[in-house]
């Protein structure tokens, strides 16, 4: 089987999204996605990637994440180019599942669960008012995520109080004002509600520390980037002096940047973000590696729905996945998914069920490419061996009894550099 065209699709309504569909000769099409940025996304897509993949077995996945990685990584990999490769990475792991006729978490090592406890994030869309609710009727927020089945939420309840002075400055009426909201919640449902905090890493230190300590007494269930993942020390400060558990994060990218956080234990909750850190190979790996911490794994969300789709295998697989990340304003009658995938994800009582059929359990609906608003952009030529310098010209051969270097069949040296011509 080979990859024979990669394709992009943009549109217009949701700016910040980018699916990829990978062509192959066999008739499957792998879905991906991936959040942020879509112009760099889709350039590193056509213009880096898609020369390592096109004619290329699509099921060598582990050799496509590492040559994608290794050209990234010449240049810093973090940002758009391991976003795109994550959006590559799921399409590929899609064929792979449609090939073998199996969901992809059977081609992960098999389900340990057949739903997982979702919490929703309170953003808003439609008609839906979670987001304006979190902060105008906080308990009746809580009673009608409880009519649902849904018991945890989160919400970012203190980023207004940061804008004031970049995090900096925090005063005590302002520290007692914006648990209010939590306050009203406990009022209203008890502990029936489980609440995290995402601090979006716009507090210093110091701020973090007040911030989760007033927080301590409403028995938090995660506090979340109170300050941006730069350094290991300041999160085992801010875990040593915060009494609920420290989620990490987002924006930490590959098992690279996860690794010192769960070595020194400043990771009590890991949270990777399986569309912008690496895709579903890197997500499984850091789930293996928490679990080597005991860490629980919590996917991040509020992006777009196949990210959600890609995480539900993982959360079917990885023993050590306490709970995925979904927005009920996304998925629900009023919410956006279903205009564009066919089927929509389960949330029923609280869980997201298990994705059925092979592959990752959902298609992007035909109409989506034909939408006025739709940019679609292709790409169907092969790199070559020796594309952008990932391989060298020459090869080291036995040749009539001697060890000999020689130049490949083909090559030519003088385009050796990162896609540079001579
Ligand atoms: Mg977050």
Request: proline content about 5%; hydrophobic content about 40%; glycine content about 10%.
């Amino acid at each position: 089987m080979k990859i024979t065209r990669i394709e992009t699709i943009n549109v217009a309504e949701f700016p910040a999204v980018t699916w990829v569909q990978v062509y192959t000769d066999a008739g499957h099409v792998g879905l991906g996605e991936t959040w942020f940025g879509p112009r760099s996304v889709v350039g590193a897509i056509h213009e880096i990637f898609s020369p390592i993949l096109i004619g290329k077995n699509p099921l060598d996945i582990e050799r496509h994440w590492r040559d994608m990685f290794d050209m990234a990584n010449a240049f810093g990999y973090a940002g758009a180019e391991t976003r795109a490769l994550s959006a590559l990475d799921i399409a590929l792991w899609d064929i792979a599942g449609q090939e073998a006729k199996q969901p992809i978490y059977n081609l992960l090592g098999g389900a340990c669960r057949d739903r997982i406890r979702v919490y929703n994030t309170c953003a808003q869309y439609g008609a839906n008012r979670d987001m304006e609710m979190a902060f105008f009727d906080p308990g009746g927020l809580a009673r009608s995520l409880l009519d649902e089945g849904i018991s945890i939420m989160k919400w970012a309840f203190t980023d207004h109080f940061a804008d004031l002075s970049r995090g900096v400055f925090l005063s005590e009426q302002d520290l007692e004002l914006m648990q209010e909201p939590i306050r009203q919640i406990r009022k209203a449902v008890g502990n029936q509600m489980a609440i995290a905090n995402d601090g979006h890493g716009r507090w210093n230190l110091q701020n973090a520390i007040r911030i989760g300590r007033a927080m301590d007494q409403y028995g938090m269930f995660w506090q979340e980037e109170l300050i941006q993942p730069t350094n290991v020390e300041n999160h085992l400060a801010l875990a040593r002096e915060v009494e609920a558990p420290i989620c990490v994060s987002e924006r930490l990218v590959t098992k690279y940047q996860f690794r010192d956080y769960l070595r020194a234990g400043a990771a009590e909750v890991v949270m990777p973000d399986l569309i912008w850190t690496g895709g579903i190979t890197e997500t499984k790996k850091i789930a293996v590696m928490a679990e080597a911490e005991q860490a629980p794994v919590a996917p991040h969300d509020c992006t777009g729905p196949v990210n959600v789709f890609a995480c539900a295998h993982i959360c079917m697989n990885a023993p050590n996945v306490m709970v995925m990340e979904t927005v009920r304003a996304f998925y629900g009658k009023s919410g956006y998914y279903g205009r564009f995938i066919e089927p929509n994800i389960v949330v029923r009582d609280g869980f997201l069920l298990a994705p059925e059929g092979p592959g990752l359990g959902t298609r992007l609906k035909k109409d989506v490419r034909e939408r006025s608003d739709a940019t679609v952009e292709s790409s169907d030529s092969p790199g070559g061996d020796h594309w952008g310098g990932l391989h060298s010209p020459f090869e080291v051969v036995d040749s009539g009894g001697k060890r000999l270097v020689r130049l490949k069949s083909g090559s030519n040296p003088g385009r050796s550099r990162r896609g540079k011509k001579a």
